[in-house]
């Protein structure tokens, strides 16, 4: 088969896999049926970023997120405007040809060019977006969600920085070197070669997380929480053994709670942050628990990289041709000669920054899809392990609600287009509701 009919082919299949995903989640039990319209109601019957009967906060408590609302959803799009526009300005006023001129002047070898290219340019990245950063981290510290001391924060920036460096300067390495070898396949060559290294990096990311937070053994900090813990996974009848079970100290820099599902393969684990463990009750840490293990058990790392590589494969393909159209049209101007260049990187992270935007709404949807499935599978999974699993669920996502000052009733549009969870006052609304066990109701993924 030619490789101008592989993008109609990859396209059916994306279609093909998101429907597959999606009539999944349509298949709604009654139960949840009836808990989604409670929760809809409730959500339509209370003010914008007003209390709900389910999820409330005092009167302090809620101006303070109404305020973060409004700052999040302006920085939010703020940034992503922002990010476009400083790369129009930098390709506009010859900055971004000024680092290639100085990389290539600084030696002939090519890996010397690359990463000097890069660091200039990951230098201004972050000169750019420093102003916004230092606000959003100035506003964590005075609301109390981060406790993190000012040196620790510039040090983590450091690693972060230094580890894209590192890691950027690879990829920019092969996707030049594939570039040159193939100037009109390059894309599809690209998307091929990115399948195995988002693979290895998600396996790896569990050994590059100890670099800003500590792990240790579950089993080791709190055993009495791993007894019930693997309670809930006997219940599932779930492969996690209590050496997959981690603690990490989030304290020590955050006061915000959280738990989740790292690695795939051998590195496959469930991670519970130390403030989750601390402000919670034993019930509600097993709620907790009982989503994350439901992403574990229902295989959403497997299916998230499929979305993933569909998404990837959209992006890569429209980029090549934005970047040959671009360079056409601009490329005088801009001081960009060709797509071997290194200054058409930025023309490429420009087309990625514009594709991310009209992507983003499809990638929240399906993101808060799985997260309802967790929650929904959280909830069975509990049940008879915790004394009123509703209660759990409610429990637990008001101490989440109230430690993030989230916004109890959020505006629909702005959830619909960057949640990657449903807000936590529909979650709340959801798992009050939730009640597969009682006569005439089926629990979705256990047997009564
Ligand atoms: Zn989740």
Known sequence: MSLRRLPLLFVACIVLVLTLNLTGCAKERPAEHAANVYASQELAAAPPHGNLPDYSLSPADLAKAQHLSTVHETLHFGNEAWGILSLLLLLGFGAIAWMRNTAVKVSSNRWAQGYVFLLLYLIAGALLSLPVDLYAQHLSLKYGLSVQSWPSWFGDQAKAFALTWIIGGLLLMLLFWIIRKLPRTWWFAFWCVSIPIVLFGIFVAPYIEPIFFKY???????????????????????????????????????????????????????????????????????????????????????????????????????????????????????????????????????????????????????????????DVYGQEAVHGLVADPQAAAVGAFNVLGKTSFADPNPDPLYEFWTYSHPSIGRRAAFGKAYNPWIPGMEPKYFKK
Do not use: C
């Open 216 to 374: 240790q053994p579950l089993e080791k900090t709190n055993p009495a929480l791993v007894a019930q813990l693997e309670q809930v996974v006997e219940r599932g009848h779930m492969n996690i053994p209590p050496e997959r079970m981690f603690l990490m100290s989030a304290s020590a820099k955050l006061t915000t709670l959280n738990a989740d599902v790292e690695g795939f393969g051998a590195s496959k684990r469930v991670v519970v942050w130390d403030t989750t463990i601390a402000k919670m009750t034993p019930d509600e840490i097993v709620f907790v628990f009982g989503h994350e293990s439901g992403h574990y058990v229902l295989g959403h790392i497997g299916s998230t990289l499929v979305f993933t590589f569909a998404i990837l494969f959209v992006t890569f393909y429209l980029g090549f041709f934005f970047v040959q159209w671009a360079i056409a049209k601009f490329g005088a101007r801009w001081g960009v000669t060709s797509q071997n260049d290194w200054a058409a990187l930025a023309v490429l992270l420009l087309a990625f920054s514009l594709f991310g935007i009209l992507l983003e709404p499809i990638e929240s949807t399906y993101s808060r899809m799985h997260e309802h499935a967790a």
